[in-house]
């Protein structure tokens, strides 16, 4: 029996109801597929006739049965989201086994998005195997099969040679010229993605069709050639057509926005976890904003600390750590992608700075809908350490609201004599 596919659009952190026959068969059997279980991004809450699912804190294009896909969207505009991916970073990494359409922009695309898409599609084709064709290749020498004879009279015979000829001959192989352009698409990712751990398994794929293509040309394709995929066999042109599709967008420059739109460009799905990009997004725009007034901006989750002097058992992870010179930190940061700060929350930057002995510390955390953005001060405890709560806006100009915030705490660091008096 068909069933319609469906496209529920819904914030993060939203709510949406389903009705029981939705999710579940007449026999009671889940409908929900195993792998977006795994994902443990969403939960389910038990309600009359139905259920309550709730999204947790991630946004993507997030298949939920074989009939109904989730379109999770983020409560601030998607271009703040691309700013923030920007500015942060992100090695998109989460991939997920499906195809969706992208909004197309005059915005250059990520390139490390690109660079996941283009293997994504490389490893489909390396399994289900590059296509193979009869194509010409044409030799000079003694006699093959289809002599061109015009070629041969004027390269050899009019200048007194009448043994050696212009042959055409057909193989049977790889070097066909989609081919010869999915390989110097491989070639120009190879060169771009990072020399690092996540990017392992791309770097071993990229090699291993590089190998297998070895006999082929590389070479750039003009802007007809982007539709080669259409030549191929109907069992190969999926990968082919994502192959082709991708590597015009990094040589073009083309764009992609996160919107869904049933007529754009065609690219895997990924989800995003926003509290890992809200966290990336706030400390490295500190780091950038502070390189000029000799602050440095550190990772406390890779440059961990002691929580008790005489113990190295409880480490203390801070999201930022505000130092200047090697030694001198003047403030911790924690940042918390939720709507309200917690008691758990305050504890924990509390613990942190008076481990590190700071002077300083600060909860960042979004605004909520009808929020401005602002400094809250939470207050100070007997080592004189000062504690506040800020909340930026991400719903507006999000370079204003980066500009303010780096401006706001700033202010809150003391100077370098007074820190140094602190510590000591």
């Known amino acids: 029996m068909f069933t319609e596919k469906r496209i529920i659009e819904v914030e993060e ?8 026959r939705e999710l579940v068969d007449h026999l009671g059997h889940s409908l929900i597929l195993p792998e977006t279980r795994e994902l443990k991004a969403i939960e389910f809450k038990d309600v009359a006739d139905g259920f309550n699912l709730v999204t947790l804190g991630v946004i993507g294009y997030l298949p939920l049965t074989r009939s109904i896909t989730l379109n999770i969207v983020p409560k601030f505009p998607i271009d703040n989201l691309w700013t923030m991916l920007n500015v942060g970073g992100e090695t998109y990494s989460r991939i997920l086994p499906t195809i969706r359409r ?36 044409t030799t000079a020498g003694y006699y093959q099969p289809r002599v061109e004879f015009g070629r041969t009279i004027s390269q050899y015979l009019s200048r007194g040679n009448p043994v050696e000829t212009v042959s055409t001959v057909y193989e049977f192989g790889l070097d066909s010229s989609i081919n010869q352009i999915v390989k110097a698409g491989c070639l120009h990712f190879s060169k771009i993605i990072p020399a690092t751990k996540e990017w392992e398994d791309e770097r071993r794929l990229l090699q291993t069709a590089i190998e297998t293509l070895r006999r082929v040309t590389a ?25 082709l599709h991708v590597y015009q967008l990094l040589l073009t420059g083309g764009g992609i926005a996160f919107s869904f739109e049933s007529s754009g460009s065609e690219l895997p799905s990924f989800l995003f976890n926003l509290e890992d990009i809200f966290e990336r997004f706030v400390r490295q725009t500190f780091v950038d904003a502070l390189r ?49 700060v917690k008691e758990a929350d305050r504890y924990q930057i509390i613990s942190h700075v008076t481990a590190a002995r700071a002077p300083v510390g600060i909860l960042i955390s979004p605004t909520n809908n009808g929020e401005s953005q602002r400094l809250d001060r939470l207050g100070r405890i007997a080592t004189g350490a000062q504690f506040y709560h800020y909340r930026i806006d991400l719903g507006g100009d999000i370079r204003a609201a980066q500009d303010k915030m780096v401006k706001d705490i700033q202010s809150l660091f003391p100077a370098p004599a007074e820190a140094a008096e602190f510590s000591s």
């Open 13 to 20: 952190r939203g709510r949406q109801y389903f009705r029981r």
């Open 102 to 137: 992208y909004q197309k922009t005059e915005k250059t695309a990520p390139i490390y998005l690109l660079a996941r898409s283009f293997c994504h599609y490389l490893r489909g084709a390396l399994s289900a195997g590059f296509a193979r064709s009869y194509y010409p290749r």
């Open 219 to 243: 070479r750039e394709p003009n802007e007809e050639e982007f539709y080669l995929h259409e030549t191929v066999s109907l069992r190969l042109q999926r990968n082919y057509e994502g192959l």
């Open 292 to 340: 000029k007034e000799k602050i440095s901006v550190l990772d406390g989750n890779k440059r961990q600390g002691k929580l008790f002097e005489d113990s190295k058992t409880y480490p203390i992870k801070p999201d930022i750590v505000f130092r200047r010179g090697k030694n001198d930190v003047i403030g911790l940061g924690e940042v918390k992608y939720k709507p309200k």
